[in-house]
């Protein structure tokens, strides 16, 4: 498999996520969005499926997304389960099964989309509903603070001198964002993307002990899952793969180092099938209060998460985008 050059960016998540949120209205508002659930009260007994282990993007993200809907009073008493597996279609599978069932949400993202492709399964994001697209955040590449690589390129030195044995690791599944931006790097610094000695963990949770532990020689993952061990000082970032650079990470950016090749991911939330159009209201109006807040704009500021808030029909729109931008890309990788 060997990606011609011309095809990069083609194949980076810019095109399969951040060049659709140019695209596509930033916010899918409701017209209760103010009041969401405070008209017939909270939300309660409301459950969140984290479908990776604690400590992964989708779950530092959903119980940010919790704690706030629980301070502002649109819900009470959320209760955050994780359920990991599969690179999160075992929580998908699971989140299927809760047909009509309004207090069941899942916390999801392209991973999600990917997963459902490499893993052969039957539950697709198609099958759910869509709630709201929250976030987006660029990607990083992370060494621990004993590594003798201290720049993007002395890596890259000793990476292309034996890809094979040179142990690389990120927190999803092939197809998942950790997994297609190490071999998109490979490609972007002319490395053969089939010789790439991949490991894949099961979100930030367990890959965060592994790259510490010297296990790999980098890891490839969302800057704000690592962004505690960033500051302090135990882990090492060579360069994040936005457009600019991010505030919060003195590192530059792939296309400061030389390397052509921007990376975006993001992370939103479904629901259970077969909900009524005012079941499907009462969540859409319930994370839109919770977006709208001073609360969640703080917790923005905290991780530098990008604001890409989309809902209804809107967020719908851009999954079926998504489900057949990421189908193109595996097929290409030759992974499907």
Not at 46 to 63: E, F, H, I, K, W
Not at 148 to 169: C, H, I, N, Q, R
């Amino acid at each position: 498999m060997r990606i011609p050059t011309a095809k990069r960016r083609l194949l980076g998540t810019t095109l399969l996520a951040s060049t659709l949120v140019l695209a596509l209205s930033a916010c899918g508002v409701t017209s209760a969005a103010n009041t969401a659930a405070t008209d017939n009260g909270p939300l309660e007994n409301l459950q969140l499926m984290v479908p990776n282990a604690p400590g992964s993007g989708y779950d530092v993200t959903g119980r940010a997304a919790v704690k706030v809907m629980d301070e502002i009073g649109v819900a009470s008493g959320t209760d955050v389960t994780n359920l990991a597996g599969a690179g999160g279609t075992v929580g998908l599978a699971r989140t299927l099964t809760e047909t009509g069932n309004a207090n069941f949400m899942l916390m999801m993202g392209l991973g999600v989309v990917g997963a459902a492709y490499t893993n052969e399964g039957d539950a697709k994001v198609a099958d759910a509903t869509p709630i709201a697209r929250l976030i987006e955040e660029a990607g990083a590449i992370f060494v621990p603070a004993s590594s003798p690589y201290l720049t993007l390129d002395d890596m890259v030195t000793a990476w292309k001198a034996d890809p094979a044995g040179f142990a690389v690791g990120g927190g999803s599944s092939p197809g998942g964002p950790d997994h297609l931006l190490p071999m998109q790097l490979a490609e972007a610094v002319g490395i053969d993307p089939t010789s790439v000695n991949f490991i894949s963990y099961d979100g930030g949770g367990e890959l965060l002990p592994a790259v510490l532990g010297g296990k790999l020689e980098f890891a490839a993952s969302g800057y704000g899952e690592f962004l505690e061990q960033v500051k302090s000082g135990d882990l090492r970032v060579l360069a994040v793969t936005s457009e600019d650079r991010v505030p919060v990470i003195d590192a530059p950016t792939l296309t400061e180092e030389g390397v052509d090749l921007v990376f975006t991911n993001w992370r939103g939330i479904l629901a259970a099938p077969g909900l009524t159009d005012a079941e499907t209201a009462r969540l859409v109006d319930a994370v839109t209060a919770m977006h709208d807040s001073a609360e969640w704009r703080d917790v923005l500021e905290t991780n530098a998460w990008t604001d890409s808030f989309l809902t209804g029909d809107e967020f719908a729109t851009f999954l079926h985008e998504q489900d057949t931008r990421v189908a193109t890309v595996l097929n290409r990788l030759g992974l499907i």
